[in-house]
């Protein structure tokens, strides 16, 4: 089992940053592939950025390409979501998955936090 826990999330306006967390423990040497996703209300959850423990590849979706980073700390088993520019349509519920597959579905991930709220206002 792997446990993930976001954190970092929060009421930010319109243009600003803000920079999630994601803490995974457990048996997290299962899991090559860490991903962002999000969920506003009445939405399906959307992909956002993956990584991985080995190497360090990354994948991001369209829609956050050049303003969304993510990065990861090996040594703190961490994974982090850098959102900068920030709009109020990417309020939303944020998550971080854990996963034997990973790429740009959530059915490639396995372990899933519980979310952090991300409000922007304009």
């Known amino acids: 089992q792997v446990q993930v826990v976001e954190s970092g999330g929060g009421l930010v306006q319109a243009g600003g940053s803000l920079r999630l967390s994601c803490a995974a423990s457990?048996?997290?040497?299962?899991?090559?592939?860490m991903g962002w996703f999000r969920q506003a209300p009445g939405k399906e959850r959307e992909f956002l950025a993956a990584?991985?423990?080995?190497?360090?590849?990354?994948l991001y979706a369209d829609s956050v390409k050049g303003r969304f980073t993510i990065s990861k700390d090996n040594a703190k088993n961490t994974v982090y979501l850098q959102m900068n520019s920030l709009k109020p349509r990417d309020t939303a519920v944020y998550y971080c998955?854990?996963?034997?597959?990973?790429?740009?579905?959530?059915?490639?991930?396995?372990?899933w936090g519980q979310g952090t709220q991300v409000t922007v206002s304009s």
């Open positions: 998955a854990a996963g034997f597959r990973g790429g740009g579905t959530a059915d490639g991930y396995n372990y």
């Open positions: 990584i991985t423990w080995r190497g360090g590849r990354t």
């Open positions: 457990g048996r997290t040497f299962s899991t090559d592939f």
